[in-house]
């Protein structure tokens, strides 16, 4: 019981007990104890929820684990070159993975090079999966980024939070309590300002929301931001949300987290109107870069907001947020899925590169004739054009 931590659930219960066997019997019986607990609802695809909360768990019945991972050859690329996706696929050591499917779709600004079988009605790459339990094995494909896919990258949005008050562009709205979003000298990632949601003492929910759409296009920007938060760990905290119809409805964009994305939760049961919810919580120690995948919302107008929340008791300092960019910029999106042979989709991966221009290829236009030169019988006579 030692090993379940603080303010356990069920789920952290039965982690504790796995965790115990590992560390005495080196994992013997992880699966005898895994098959018991996913009779009763508590298998790998079992969802805890907040454990303070009898009401928002998601029972799950599997003994079926699997792991995928997406990585690319190069970082960045010049037109015309290749790129490398190797996706790798791990089943628990409790079942082996029998008729997945393991896809990726082919953006535009590439060419299908090799590997996996490739349908070229629909640009997907696909691979079946059927591995024994415990193994792993890895599906590699190769594309060619194409030529005049660079182009210069452009900001959509970019917030550094120079002003005093609240910028053009922004508005803050409050739901419960009584502090709000303000412009903070206090903190900043570039000087001399960023936002800032105080970490109330009360109950509290309160937003600071952008005022124009901003249209995703066919490949959408990268959204980036910068936040430092001490918060109430485990019960107050922010999230980040996104609308596509004007501010009627807000998605939490938690699951386009790529990079430093939600560390914990909210607790239920003391009054917090977002609890229950994953969210920024506790000291991030510093300034940290979040990045976020917008590619589910391609062809959309969209908003964002960010949205601090506290319970009926107990403060911390509160949430800092700067540098808010989205970044219009050439790059190959590329996203694996996952499908169990019901053909739900159990893991998703995104990775992006960048596309840099190919400088030796910048074409050249002869303006003017170049001076006469000489030519003896047998010789050349060179000329030079400069790009
Ligand atoms: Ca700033
Ligand atoms: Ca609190």
């Known amino acids: 019981l030692k090993l379940q931590g603080c303010d356990a659930g069920f789920l952290d219960g039965r982690d504790g007990i796995l965790a115990a066997d590992q560390l005495l019997y080196n994992g013997a019986y992880h699966c005898s104890i895994m098959t018991a607990f996913a009779r009763r609802g508590m298998g790998y695809d079992a969802v805890q929820g907040s454990a303070n909360s009898v009401t928002d768990q998601i029972s799950g019945f599997s003994t079926v684990q699997s792991i995928l991972t997406l990585t690319q050859s ?4 010049l037109e015309g070159l290749n790129v490398t996706y190797t996706n790798t696929v791990k089943a628990g050591v409790c079942s082996g993975l029998t008729n997945y499917l393991l896809t990726d779709t082919l953006p535009t600004n590439v060419t299908y090079v090799s590997g996996g079988t490739y349908n070229a009605a629909t640009r997907v790459v696909s691979f079946p999966v059927n591995i024994n339990a415990g193994q792993t094995q890895t599906y590699a494909f190769t594309v060619q980024v194409n030529n005049g896919s660079y182009f210069p990258p452009a900001n959509l949005l970019d917030e550094q939070v120079t002003t005093a008050g609240i910028p053009a562009g922004w508005a803050t709205s409050l739901s419960v309590g009584s502090d709000n979003f303000v412009v903070s000298s206090a903190q900043s990632h570039s000087a ?10 009360g109950a509290s929910d309160f937003r600071i929301a952008t005022t124009n759409p901003i249209a995703m296009g066919a490949a959408p920007p990268t959204f980036t931001f910068w936040g430092n938060y001490n918060t109430e760990d485990g019960w107050d905290g922010g999230v980040v ?15 386009q987290m790529t990079e430093n994305g939600y560390n914990g939760s909210m607790g239920t049961g003391s009054n917090n109107p977002l609890g229950g919810r994953s969210a920024f919580t506790g000291n991030s120690n510093g300034w940290k870069k979040t990045t976020v995948s917008l590619l589910p919302f391609a062809n959309q107008n969209a908003l964002f907001r960010f949205r601090a929340a506290s319970d009926d008791n107990t403060s911390a300092i509160g949430w800092y947020v700067d540098d808010i960019l989205l970044q219009s910029r050439a790059q190959v999106n ?18 992006f590169t ?29 000329f030079t054009v400069v790009a």
């Open 241 to 255: 949300e996104i609308s596509t119809n004007a501010g009627a409805t807000w998605l939490d964009l938690g699951a």
């Open 74 to 77: 190069v970082q960045q690329q």
């Open 334 to 351: 590329m996203r694996s899925s996952l499908f169990n042979s019901s053909n739900v989709r159990v893991q998703v991966k995104d990775t």
């Open 192 to 201: 001399p300002n960023s936002f800032f949601g105080v970490n109330s003492v």
């Open 354 to 382: 960048i596309i840099i221009q190919n400088a030796g290829c910048t074409p050249v236009t002869v303006t003017s004739q170049p001076n006469n030169a000489n030519a003896c019988a047998g010789t050349n006579a060179t």
